[in-house]
């Protein structure tokens, strides 16, 4: 696959592309999609994810804010197609969804599909998000 761009941020990025053989994000022309992000502080590894949703669900955000830059995109004003991934779904995590969505994306909505599931990657992960976003080249 040639014509894709894979990308790594410092910290946690980088050690999963060794660990775990995949990457954090990829270009495909005008777009960029975006690995499921977790609540992990980058520079600190996995290993110290907080416990508390609402500090997840802001530290994933803030992930998937430096993914889409490290991809050489403007962030979450780019971003056209969020899913996330639940441990579990509740009322909390969706308010805590849409208070970053306000936040991060003031001035328009994405697309937005949101799962509980069982199990992340992690033992003590409750969140992940992916995204797609529109990033045209000049």
């Given at each position: 696959?040639?014509d894709l761009t ?133």
């Amino acid at each position: 696959m040639s014509d894709l761009t894979y990308y790594n941020y410092p910290g946690v990025g980088e050690s999963n592309q060794k660990n775990f053989h995949y990457n954090q994000a990829v270009r495909i022309g005008d777009k960029i999609e975006c690995s499921g992000q977790g609540g992990w502080y980058p520079e600190k590894g996995v290993s110290e994810i907080p416990r508390e949703i609402n500090a997840q669900i802001d530290q994933a955000f803030r992930n998937v804010d430096l993914a889409l830059k490290t991809a050489g995109g403007k962030g979450w004003s780019q971003v056209y197609k969020v899913r996330s991934y639940h441990v579990p779904l509740n009322n909390e995590a969706n308010e805590a969804m849409v208070r970053n969505f306000k936040k991060w994306m003031p001035n328009h909505q994405p697309l937005f599909t949101c799962v509980g599931v069982q199990r992340l990657g992690e033992d003590d992960m409750r969140v992940e998000i992916e995204v797609e976003a529109y990033d045209p080249q000049p």
